[in-house]
């Protein structure tokens, strides 16, 4: 099945402890891209990536880190987590002239206490 | 800067009657739409898109109008059934095609009364 994975589904943490979350895609996706989702502001994209090795800044990159060393996989990093940062998360990926769109993971859910 | 934006965050219609959500956008530059569902606790899930090149499409029971000269977007359901209860964004993508990802509207919330 044609998918996107994100593990975890949910997860809560403590300010200033790194955490990682994965995503992964089986359709041989050229593009990436990483969302956060909160109330009244919609989807908003963070970082981006259009091929391995390949990464750029979405709208709100502040605090976060990515890293795209294999087709399949876009890990998002937050270094140092804070409150603000509690939200909803969205991986997404998309073939090569965005045909179909971009297909998007479950969501992470993210609180940062 | 460019945004994508919805008319109304909620929209109430009764089951089985038609329902327009509409989205205006301001980028120019914008060459691919899509248009997403949301149902809770779920990620976004495609339904339909269209690209600067055309002015309708139409999927099942969905169809998608594209005006340019007003930057204007809208998702047309046919015959809404309760499962079509959701949040639904409008998304677009410049000429890359999408390369650099997405840029969406807020949503509309559909409610299908019984």
């Known amino acids: 099945e044609a998918q996107v994975t994100q593990n975890p589904r949910y997860l809560i943490t403590v300010t200033g402890k790194k955490l990682t979350v994965t995503c992964s895609q089986n359709?041989?996706?050229?593009?990436m891209s990483w969302y956060r989702q909160d109330p009244g502001l919609g989807l908003r994209q963070i970082y981006y990536?259009?091929?391995?090795?390949?990464?750029d800044k979405g709208d709100v990159p502040e605090g976060y880190k990515v890293s795209r060393k294999e087709k399949r996989n876009f890990p998002l990093i937050l270094e140092s987590p804070s409150p603000n940062q509690t939200s909803l998360y969205f991986c997404?990926?998309?073939?090569?002239?965005?045909?179909?769109?971009?297909?998007f993971g479950s969501g992470t859910r993210l609180t940062v206490v | 800067g460019e945004s994508v934006g919805l008319h109304l965050p909620t929209l109430s219609v009764q089951e089985g009657d038609n329902s327009i959500i509409n989205c205006a956008y301001s980028?120019?530059?914008?060459?691919?739409f899509i248009w997403y569902k949301q149902e809770s606790g779920k990620g976004p899930q495609f339904i339909i898109d269209?690209?600067?090149?055309?002015d309708k499409r139409q999927g099942q029971r969905v169809t998608v109008l594209l005006n340019k000269t007003v930057k204007h977007l809208s998702l047309q359901i046919a015959a809404t059934q309760p499962g079509d209860s959701a949040v639904y964004f409008c998304?677009?993508?410049?000429?890359?095609?999408?390369?650099?990802?997405?840029?969406f509207g807020k949503g509309t919330h559909l409610i299908i009364q019984p």
């Open positions: 990536s259009m091929n391995v090795e390949v990464t």
């Open positions: 269209i690209r600067s090149n055309m």
């Open positions: 997404a990926s998309g073939g090569q002239g965005g045909i179909y769109g971009y297909t």
């Open positions: 998304a677009e993508a410049d000429s890359g095609g999408g390369a650099d990802g997405l840029t």
């Open positions: 980028n120019s530059a914008s060459d691919y």
């Open positions: 359709m041989n996706h050229e593009y």
